[in-house]
């Protein structure tokens, strides 16, 4: 068990820079819009969703309702349908440790756990699994905190830090790129993307967009199993 903790945890060092830094801004921004520090911890234990975090707290300081909570929660994370497909056969007959596995799969931990490490034995790949969305989901939490608490004693300007969010997507997506063969799905979301921005503006390009997305991934019929 703890050569397999110490594979995990070497696997998701890039992730622990990651993790922490853009932690740390939405614990600070959380901070600054007047919210404390347990709701940063509650809200990286039960939603852990980095870019829902960032979204949601525009939706908590403008009051939206539920409905357009629930439809943007939808849209933003659309995209995790896709990553559960394409792990069905991995994370078949599992164990109790599933609904957790699910949970956590997030873009970084599902680039992660997505291809076979040959290194991992068989038997081990379920703890492995386990550790790797473990560990990741603790990088963020701490971020969290550790931004919520030094933004109680440090005031910083928070314009822009939000930005380190994008920046993570598009290093995950240079990533993806160039580690398979087949980028048709990447294609699809930026070309979606930029038509979506230029028809409906910055304000409300994101729930058009990810339909779109949704709906023409659907439809791609080269699927979503390992490179």
């Keep these: ?24 801004g939405f614990g600070i921004i959380l901070k600054a819009n007047g919210y404390g520090i ?17 979204v949601s707290i525009g939706l908590l300081t403008s009051g939206a309702s ?8 939808l849209m933003v994370n659309a995209r995790h349908l896709f990553y559960g497909i394409s792990m069905l056969e991995k994370y078949k007959n599992i164990g109790k440790i599933k609904p957790y596995l699910i949970f956590a799969l997030t873009d970084e931990t599902y680039s992660l756990v997505c291809k076979d490490d040959p290194s991992i034995p068989a038997v081990e790949r379920k703890n492995y699994y386990f550790l790797v969305s473990f560990f990741n989901q603790m990088y ?3 971020g969290s905190v550790l931004g919520a608490v030094i933004g109680s004693f440090v005031k910083f300007n928070s314009d822009g830090i939000d930005f380190a969010l994008s920046a993570l997507f598009l290093t995950v ?29 910055s304000e409300k390009f ?11 991934l659907c439809f791609y019929k080269e699927g979503y199993g390992n490179e």
């Excluded at 347990?38 to 960032?54: E, T």
């Design 140 to 142: 963020w939490i701490i």
């Design 173 to 201: 997506f240079i990533e993806q790129w160039l580690t398979t063969s087949k980028h048709a799905p990447a294609i699809i979301g930026v070309v979606v993307s930029v038509i979506s921005l230029i028809l409906f503006g």
């Design 38 to 54: 347990f709701l940063a911890f509650v809200m990286s234990l039960i939603i852990y969703a980095g870019s829902m975090q960032y």
């Design 1 to 24: 068990m703890k050569k397999i903790a110490k594979q995990a945890f070497v696997s998701t060092v890039p992730v622990l820079a990651g993790y922490l830094v853009l932690g740390f």
């Design 206 to 216: 994101l729930i058009p967009t990810m339909l779109v997305i949704s709906l023409l």
């Design 66 to 73: 539920l409905i357009t909570t629930a439809l943007t929660t």
